[in-house]
């Protein structure tokens, strides 16, 4: 007998199944991180078993992130939001837009009006600090210009704010070239003051 000839005898030969368990076998796939296996699950794609996760089109359980891009981590699949020139994505399933010229026309009209809000009460408050320094100038030039009257006996005027009464003499109808003398005083002895020896001889 020949051993380099091999005989197949059908008669002797026999063929076992062998069960393929398809629960577990996505845990078997070295292709596949071991630390995500376990979100993948067997899928039959037309006469195909495949690992999917929720991230494939192919999963019962298909995750849509929309403008965004699904991916398997440790704690799941997750949805990543991206951003585009016009707008922003955000959610969890980056289903929320915020469109970019938007957000910064509105930043834009709050600082305007901010500025704007500003300006105003500067401007009032400048008017205010205005107003009040010409009313004491106002207050100041009644003194020197108000003045006396021409019989002496002065002018009063009444303040209708605060109902105080002024008094403004006129200066102008002082004569300056006058001169006032003031009398010497003299002293004066009442009858208890004067002494005795004087008070007899003069009465």
Known sequence: MNNDLLCFTPNNTHVTRQNLNIPGICLQQL???????????PKNVSGVILCVSNCSTNSDSFINCN??????????PKCYCVSSDQFWYSGDRCQVSISKPGVYGGVAAGLAVLLIIILTLAIILCRRRRQASEKLIDKENRWYEDGWEADGKGERSVDTESGASNFYPVLENVNTDVKMTVPRPSPYFGPRSVPTAMWESST
């Not at 403008?67 to 799941?76: A, D, L």
């Open 67 to 76: 403008k965004g891009q699904c991916s398997v981590t440790q704690q799941g």
């Open 31 to 41: 292709t596949i991180p071991i630390e995500v296996r376990n979100f993948y699950s």
